[in-house]
Each structure stands twice: as C-alpha cells, then as structure tokens.
C-alpha cells in the first residue's frame, strides 16, 4: 500500500508503515529473525554491494523495524526513518555521525540530563566542545556561534522546565553558520508539532514516550530529509550498532496507531490539571505551555498543535513539600520517563537531572523545589482529586 503525503495525521497513525502483503495481513508482521537467507553466493554479494536490493541482517535492516521507521518518518513529514534501541542510542548516533574533532555544539541547556552528560563526558573526551545556552533566547544561540559550530541542538519543550525555543528562528541561526540544527521532538510528538516545516535538518525521538505510549518499551528513532545524510547515517548506526529490535518495533508501530487520540487526551487533561494547579494556594509557579504565563507562550501558540501532556511546578513550600507529594499520590506513580498512558510524577533535581551538577542545573533553571507531572489519559478528575488529597499532607 502507499499512502499519500497529505493524508491527515490521524488517518496517517493508522496506516503509516508499509505492511507486508504476502498474505493480506492488516498489521506489519514481525519478522523475529536476525539474519536472512541469500538465494546463492551471487545474490548474498550482489546484496552486500548494494547492486540488488533486500535484507541481510537485522543489525543492518529489518522489514519489521523498517515499517516503523517508515512510519514515524511520514508523520514527521520526513523521509527516512533510523530506529534505535533507546532514545539516547538515537542522540549518540546523531552526535558520532556529525562530530569531529575540533568541532563545536550549541546545544539547549534544558534537556534530558544524559543527553547534556554525553556531550560533556563522551564527546568532550574526543575533543568536541559543547556551549549549553537558554534557546528560547535568540540573540544568547547568536552569540555562541563559532566558525566551528557544525550543530544546533534544540530541546523543545525542554526536560524539565517546558521552556519554549523559536524552531524557525534557531534554524535561520544555525543554517547562516554552516551548522544543522537537531531538535528532540519527544515532548510534542509528531502530531503537536513538526520540527521539519520549521527548518529542522534532523528530527530525534525518545520512542519510549508518547509514540510508544506504553511505558513497556525503550527505543528511539532519528528522522532525516536527506537521502545522502540518511546514507551515511544508516552506515554509522550499523557500526555503532544501537538498533531497535524487531518486536520493539512492532510494539511502537502498534503504540503509534492511538498517538493522534492518546495526544488529544493528554493535552486535554493536562490542560485542566495545569488550570487547577496555576489556581493552588500551595503552589508556588506552573510551567505549562498552556497557559498564558508561559514565558514562551506566544512562540508555543505558533509552533505547536496543542500544549502536550507535561507540566512542571514548584510549590511554595520547595522540596520538602514536593516530596510530601510526591510521596503521597496514589493515582499518579512516582517513577521517571513520560508520555505514557499513565501518569507518572517525579523530581528532576534529583532523578532524571541529578547527573547534572547543581551548578549546571541552576544555569539550565532546573531548581531544586520543581516536581514534573506526565498527565496520563486516566479520568481528569479522579487525577485531579489524587493531587489534592496528595497536597493536603503538605
Ligand atoms: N530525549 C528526551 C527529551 C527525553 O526525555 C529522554 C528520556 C531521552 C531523550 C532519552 O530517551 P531514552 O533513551 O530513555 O529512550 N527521558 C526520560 C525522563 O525524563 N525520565 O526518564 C527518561
């Protein structure tokens, strides 16, 4: 089956991924092996050198992983898909395939805390500086241009203060200086928005989030427009090795078929969750994209398709009340990741951010007294009664 490019994105969920039609199955099958038998010794060379075209080894490429791939990468308004084994083998592929030593990184100084740890420890290692800037500022990502910056990453919402960057205008940036500019896309998910219509040259997913939706898998996905960058990036992914697997890929593919109604949700109750939490007696600050005292709210208003399903807040009691609360919800569930179906609560300073030095999360505004909510698609209201009894310990 092939689909047309303009078909609408809830439609495109559902039937996005080619499906092996052998015998008429609806769903994409899930090819549970890792390598493939070659007719004779001409055709195993023949596909080795790219003259006849077909699979070889699932480390290498996989009509079940390709469907997935396939999939993401038309609801990105992409052209090809690399699924990885987590979102963070996505990053590093990104990173080993544009680097070089001497080279240079503008990267946001809110994101996942792994992601600004690679760059500091790995990368930094081989020569390769990174200088993390607020993005949502453009004339700080102006400034901290050099000759040798070859790449523009961008977190936007970032993890986990939801600050906001201007997409197009840090693509006009980078682009101007000869550099690419990456942006995570996990937060929003294809379907809130498309980093590509904004001048992205590389779109990166943490499929564990809202694409998978499930919380019971972990990978990634890299989405490019090029088909000389895709190359050479499906070389270096071999090399690497950080591929996602078969079944994965088929539980992803599964999990993508409800994004557009699971996002609709999502955003929904997070929505009337970040209302009732901006309007607390015991809460200090809301950061929602949302809500008009976003500080980025007019950027949010232009670039995205709803407001998504994260919130992050501090109460006026700091840590210590948080952690009272955090320590009390019986609906939500204290764990880390996001953009699953249920909602999940925890403390960025000192879970997913705690690789970071207090000195680095206090540039990036991380503070020590934020909590970050995954508004789930349970009943809004039975949510909203859980963070009350919850702040009442306060
Ligand atoms: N990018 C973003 C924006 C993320 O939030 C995460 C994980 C990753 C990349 C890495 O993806 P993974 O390798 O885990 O698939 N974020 C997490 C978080 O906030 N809590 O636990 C994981």
Redesign the pocket.
Known sequence: MSLSDNLSPESACIHAGEVDDQFGAVVAPIYQTSTFRFRDTDHGAALFAGTDEGYIYTRMLNPTIQACEKAVAMLEGGAYGLGCA???AA?NTIFVHGLHAGDHVVCSDSV?G??HTLLTTIFAKWNIESTFVDTSNLDAVERNMRPETRMVFV?SPG?PTLVISDIERCADIAHAHGAVLVV?N??MSPILQQPFTLGADIVVH?M??FLNGHADV???MIVVKDKEMYQSMRKILNQVGGVIDPFNSFLVHRGIKTLALRMERHCANAAKIAEYLERHEKVARVFYPGLPSHPQYVVAQKQHKGPGGMITFELKGGIEAGKTMMNNVRLCQLA???GGVESLIQHPASM?HACLTKEDREKAHITDGMVRLSVGIENVDELIEDLEQAMSKI
Do not use: R
């Open positions: 987590s979102g963070m990053i996942y792994p992601t977190e993890n995570d996990t937060f943490s564990t989030k972990v990978a990634g880390v990741s996001l997913t």
